[in-house]
């Protein structure tokens, strides 16, 4: 049986991957993986903690499809944005796109 330690170390690389993939990347598409990986984290760390504190209870599960929902829903959203962002400017570098600033 793998130790809950080691799931929780392999959560938190994976976090920080995201991380670093949300501050360094200018891409949007880039960004938007970086979220994800972050949210798989979130993800890995549920199960985990399910699995080793209370395994009778589904709580860890149900919490982890919501977080898949909002993962799938942000996803649907963010692309769709990015791609009329593409459209009318041309360009899907964060760093070009302003279009709230005044």
């Not at 920080?16 to 994800?36: H, S, W």
């Not at 009778?56 to 692309?79: D, P």
């Amino acid at each position: 049986m793998i130790p809950l330690s080691w799931y929780l170390i392999f959560a938190a690389a994976l976090f920080c991957i995201g991380l670093f993939g949300v501050l360094a990347r200018k891409n949007a598409i880039a960004i938007f993986m970086g979220i994800e990986l972050m949210l798989n984290s979130v993800n890995i760390n549920l199960i985990a903690f399910w699995r080793y504190l209370s395994p009778n209870f589904i709580a860890g599960q149900v919490f982890t499809v919501i977080v898949f929902a909002v993962a799938a829903s942000e996803v649907a959203v963010g692309l769709a944005l990015i791609i009329s962002i593409y459209r009318r400017r041309s360009t899907i570098v964060a760093e070009d796109i302003n279009l709230l600033k005044f």
